[in-house]
């Protein structure tokens, strides 16, 4: 299956859930590296960190599908 019939294939639910916490958590990063005022390096590492995992996250919960069953007998 190449990767656009896996994007377009459904997503389970608890992926769905992942997704969205994945999302969720790109959001709280950029926003923190995205602030108008100067914050600590650590925050801000933080920030990057959390960024790169919500994205990582979501994109690997979107790309997870169901295993078709075939009919073949082994």
């Known amino acids: 299956m190449n990767i656009v019939k896996r994007a377009k294939a459904p ?3 608890f ?6 916490i994945g999302l969720a958590l790109a959001a709280v990063g950029g926003t ?3 602030a108008p005022i100067a914050l600590p390096i650590v925050v ?3 920030g ?3 960024a790169v995992a919500g994205g990582v996250l979501s ?3 979107q ?8 009919n073949a007998s082994r």
């Open 32 to 34: 923190i590296l995205a």
């Open 11 to 13: 997503t389970p639910k």
């Open 48 to 50: 990057g960190y959390l």
């Open 44 to 46: 801000s590492s933080i």
């Open 63 to 70: 790309l997870t599908t169901t295993q078709e069953k075939s």
């Open 59 to 61: 994109a690997v919960s």
């Open 15 to 20: 992926f769905k859930v992942l997704r969205n």
